[in-house]
């Protein structure tokens, strides 16, 4: 749930006592409405506005993303890295640089090897993290196998690919193009506060009815294929898409199609709607931090693990292409963020300050997983990943 932006937190979490004041004084009003508005109580909506975003994770039902019963080595040769990044105009030490950000965890590839893996304290190798709009890149690898299996075309309508949205004209317009590049055009804006659960993405974050929003939500604010704006919406539309046309839930496709063929050491789990229900498409899958390098380092050598390939080569390269239309300002192809004046790098980027960052030209996989702010420094911390990048590249070539 990101997008690229210079902009400060759409909202700061209130202080514990206010809050709880607030849900407290609320909570009567919510047992009575609550069931029927289909999203949590105030007391709930009070913690999620107060927790760090990385613990939330268990709050909600999940399904298991099961690993194989052996996973992939990754090789592992830990040598320092750069100690100082730029950061906002200044050079700063590294680890001011993840102080200020809140970073939970730090890992870095170089030539498919992790030369460094840090976590915060308290956190460790067998953490769940969660992806948070890290999925929407991860859905997007998804829709690409399904493609090649003749199974989906990107010039598909949406009303035809889900029957249940055939009444609704918008869906009859918008294609799986427009999806994947955020052009549906379809008027749900990103909303992150918890404390205004029926607006935009909170809605459809925190509902107990994904399928039941999305139809609520088939009103456009500009021609689909015409403006790039970023939509939670899209991604979760591609994900009930890859559900009635694969016919298993998400958990279940991402474990059979990536989990298991690119060696991951650890289950992952994705939350949903309710028990039993829909996959959050657009957010929260909890992985361990090396298993988002995993991906990463697939990406990275065209959708290959070792021989083996598990992406086509050609949706890496849909990927790689900067779409017709920038998103928000900024370019964009099939979920996947392109890093301006980079290195033809790219980044799956979460809210909070999640990164599977990719820079082929250096050979450099980073991942950051993070407890920040909503939307907050993304083009400062993705220049210092690129600074790592190159300066890893640089002692490389010195060897």
């Keep these: 749930m990101s997008r690229f932006a210079r902009l400060r937190p759409r909202f700061r979490r209130p202080r514990l006592a206010g809050a709880l004041i607030c849900a407290l004084a609320l909570g009567g009003l919510a047992a009575a409405i609550g069931p029927l508005l289909g999203v949590p109580n105030p007391i709930t909506l009070a913690a999620l506005a107060i927790v760090e975003p990385s613990s939330v994770g268990t709050w909600f039902a999940s399904r298991v993303v099961a690993a194989a019963p052996s996973s992939r080595p990754l090789p592992v040769r830990l040598h320092a890295i750069p100690d100082r990044v730029p950061w906002k105009g200044r050079s700063v030490p590294l680890a001011e640089m993840l102080r200020a950000t809140h970073t939970n965890a730090l890992l870095v590839t170089q030539d498919g090897v992790l030369v460094h893996e840090w976590y915060r304290p ?152 309710r028990p039993g229900g829909t996959e959050k498409a657009f957010c929260c899958i909890n992985a361990v931090a090396r298993d988002f390098a995993r991906l990463g380092l697939m990406v990275a050598d065209h959708g290959r693990v070792g021989g083996t390939h598990i992406v086509p080569a050609r949706w890496i390269e849909r990927i790689e292409t ?78």
């Design 122 to 273: 308290g956190s460790g190798p067998a953490t769940l993290f969660p992806s948070w709009s890290v999925a929407k890149s991860v859905v997007s690898l998804l829709v690409g196998q399904t493609i090649a299996e003749g199974k989906l075309a990107e010039t598909d309508h949406v009303a035809a690919l889900l029957p249940y949205l055939r009444d609704e004209p918008a869906f009859g317009r918008i294609t799986v193009r427009d999806l994947l590049d955020m052009t549906s055009g379809l008027a749900v804006p990103e909303n992150y506060d918890p404390w205004d659960p029926l607006t935009g993405t909170a809605g459809l974050y925190l509902t107990r009815d994904i399928r039941e929003f999305v139809r609520d939500h088939a009103t456009l604010s500009s021609k689909p294929g015409s403006t790039g704006q970023y939509r939670s919406i899209d991604t979760e539309i591609l994900g009930l898409i890859l559900a009635e046309v694969q016919k298993k839930p998400l958990a279940d496709l991402l474990s059979e199609a990536i989990w298991k063929p690119m060696g991951a050491e650890a289950k992952a789990t994705w939350n949903l709607d």
């Design 322 to 399: 900067p779409a017709r239309r920038d998103v928000d300002g900024w370019p964009y192809s099939a979920q996947w963020w392109h890093v301006p004046e980079g290195d033809d790098d790219i980044s799956a980027i979460g809210v909070y300050g999640q990164y599977i960052y990719i820079n082929r030209d250096t050979g450099t996989v980073i991942v950051k997983l993070s407890d920040h702010g909503a939307e907050q420094d993304e083009a400062d911390t993705l220049a210092v990943m690129l600074a790592i990048s190159r300066e890893l590249a640089g002692s490389r070539s010195a060897r």
